[in-house]
């Protein structure tokens, strides 16, 4: 016998949706130290960036390392579950919707950047150093160490 009163139902809510809550809390967490770092009087060194930064680009990686696997599998399940003709007719469909969409967004990709000019106007990246024949500043031991995990 379980109890079905309004806490015993906000539990079972809670519980349900607990990936969602940590996910909104975890954004607005995030939100809150980035407005505090911002107000810290002379900004953060290379050092405290590097440190603020390193987690969300390891998130980031992550996020992007699951992607083509999930994508791959989530198509092999699905073609697996259609009958030979259903999957020979989808199939077509499929391909000529991918073409299409994969000829829409280079036409698009490739117009923009006509228009648009990015990096028109723009200095041209230095080698490093100063033009003297100086060798440029090596990474900081932060850098290779994190380096090992990106």
């Known amino acids: 016998s379980r109890p079905h009163g309004p806490a015993a139902r906000a539990r079972g809510c809670l519980r349900a949706n607990l990936l969602v ?5 975890g954004v607005l967490a995030g939100v809150a130290v ?5 107000q810290v009087p002379g900004g953060l060194s290379r050092a405290g960036v590097l440190a603020f930064s390193f987690p969300g680009e390891l998130l980031l990686r992550l996020l992007k390392m699951i992607i083509l696997p999930l994508v791959v599998c989530s198509l092999v399940s ?3 579950s ?4 259903a999957l020979g007719r989808l199939g077509g469909w499929a391909m000529l919707f991918f073409l299409l969409t994969t000829l829409l967004a280079s036409a698009l990709g490739v117009s ?9 106007g723009a200095a ?3 080698l490093g150093g100063d033009g003297d024949g100086a060798v440029p500043e090596a990474k900081e031991v932060a850098d290779s160490f994190l380096d090992l995990i990106r």
């Open 21 to 25: 809550l940590l996910t909104v809390a």
């Open 34 to 38: 980035g407005l505090g770092v911002r």
């Open 78 to 80: 699905g073609a697996a």
């Open 82 to 85: 259609l009958d030979p003709a």
């Open 112 to 120: 923009l950047a006509f228009i648009i000019r990015p990096g028109q």
């Open 124 to 126: 041209p990246p230095s």
